[in-house]
């Protein structure tokens, strides 16, 4: 059988790996800079912790994981997969005989039931990055993987709205040093709350934020259909229009939500939940992002309930979502811990990858080039201590090296080192008096000089 991979997943070779600790390592830098500290969860997690909490659409998207034994006869297994199979969608893997965990969706929730079942040893407020693969059954294309990588930063346990600010100012630190140009829209869901308040829509406030989501992918006349189907009446949608075509600057889009919204009172909460932000990043001066209120922002996890994050590279032909995030009043509440509010955001490494890669953004140090600095030459069992003991020495002086294995002509030693992009080539000599000669060649100006081990590793460094 010819060997696969599964749609939606990847292999990364050295080349690629390299450029992706690229990522992670200035990730991981500012999520220690801003203090958060790293965690770990399992892979799957039990199916009750994942369900409900992503919305129908995002319910339908988790990865069950088959009972490796259920508990009956061989034909009682296969009447249950009959059932199952001509289950419909939304309604699948309701029986705990067939499946009883999950692969993870996001990093949020595993982290929620995480603060649940370990808030006596925590201390609050709680702040924690988490840098693992989630799964999603979702369609494979560019930019959308079933296998992928979430880089994720929260703070639990304050309601403080500077928990937002120092997020948006890790967000400006992070792309600068990725040098990709960002546009970070944000919005509130109480803005949102709001507005199918006023409508007299306050029991559709799913469907219309989930409709409205979508005005990047389907335009304004698929949010009106979709809108048409979820039963929003025609007198909402004619007073929801003007709120889709909003544009201007921050100031004057919140100026017209004061006026829509003057008799909400969550409506006027989220107005000046948004006017503190853009008041007080002033103070932070945000350098890199461009930072846009866009009200049509909703983020399709049911959980966020204050202010919302989605981030798009500004250049190239190539603009998913690279970053998603918001504040989350009571997500805790659903394991049984009250009041426990919290915020983060999450960077897609994968898509971040994507994106620098067409804009050829990655650093030529990292384009591809070998961590080896030198390759020591291998001509013979003479050779061979010397060698292991050279090896040592510059290991000992934090230079990446090493030996090739075989002895081989030193043509092919050499072609090796040039393939692998490896700068330097050290070749050992033994006298008739067993008296060493070290020559160091650079491999790029083909400069040879003479140098004693000390002088090697001066240079290396």
Not at 135 to 162: H, M, T
Not at 384 to 394: D, F, G, P, V
């Amino acid at each position: 059988m010819k060997p696969s991979i599964p749609r939606g997943t990847r292999d990364f070779g050295p080349a690629e790996m390299q450029k992706r600790q690229y990522i992670f390592n200035i990730l991981k830098t500012n999520f220690q800079l801003y203090g958060y500290a790293p965690i770990e969860t399992p892979s799957m997690e039990n199916i009750g912790t994942l369900t409900g909490k992503y919305g129908e659409e995002g319910d339908q998207l988790i990865f069950k994981v088959l009972n490796s034994r259920i508990h009956e006869s061989k034909d009682d297994k296969k009447e249950l997969l009959k059932i199952e199979f001509n289950t419909s969608l939304e309604k699948s893997y309701n029986t705990d005989l067939l499946t009883e965990k999950a692969l993870r969706y996001d990093l949020t929730v595993p982290f929620a039931r995480y603060v649940v079942m370990n808030h006596n040893n925590l201390i609050f407020p709680f702040k924690r990055y988490q840098i693992q693969p989630v799964w999603r059954a979702d369609k494979p294309q560019k930019g959308r993987y079933r296998e992928f990588y979430q880089c994720d930063a929260d703070v639990i346990g304050s309601n403080s709205l500077l928990n937002e600010l120092e997020l948006i100012a890790m967000m400006d630190k992070s792309f600068s040093q990725l040098n990709i140009p960002v546009l970070l829209k944000f919005n509130n869901r109480k803005i949102l709350s709001g507005i199918a308040e006023i409508l007299n829509a306050s029991e559709k406030i799913i469907d219309i934020t989930v409709a409205i989501d979508k005005l990047d992918k389907i335009g304004k006349d698929g949010v009106i259909k979709e809108l048409t189907e979820k039963g929003i009446s025609e007198n909402a949608i004619k007073q929801l229009e003007p709120l889709i075509d909003l544009a201007g600057s921050n100031e004057n889009k919140v100026e017209v939500l004061k006026t829509f919204l003057q008799t909400s009172e969550i409506g006027n909460k989220g107005i000046e939940e948004i006017e503190f932000l853009l008041n007080q990043l002033k103070s932070l001066a945000v350098k890199h992002l461009k930072i846009e209120l866009d009200i049509t922002l909703a983020r399709g996890l049911n959980y966020y309930t204050g202010t919302i994050f989605e981030a798009k590279a500004n250049a190239g032909t190539f603009t998913p979502s690279i970053l998603g995030g918001g504040r989350y009043d009571d997500l805790t509440g659903i394991f049984g811990l009250k009041n426990m509010s919290g915020v983060g955001v999450s960077f897609g490494v994968d898509r971040i990858y994507d994106v620098m890669e067409e804009l050829n953004l990655f650093p030529e140090t990292v384009n591809g080039v070998s961590a080896t600095k030198v390759l020591i030459t291998n001509l013979g069992s003479l050779q061979q201590e010397k060698c292991l003991t050279i090896s040592e020495k510059l290991r000992e002086s934090h230079i990446n090296c090493e030996i090739y294995p075989d002895p081989a002509k030193i043509g092919k030693q050499f072609e090796y080192a040039e393939k692998k992009q490896i700068p330097f080539v050290l070749g050992i000599d033994l006298n008739e008096n067993g008296e060493v000669k070290l020559t160091l060649k650079n491999i790029q100006t083909g400069n040879k000089e003479e140098v004693t081990v000390d002088q090697l590793i001066e240079v290396l460094k």
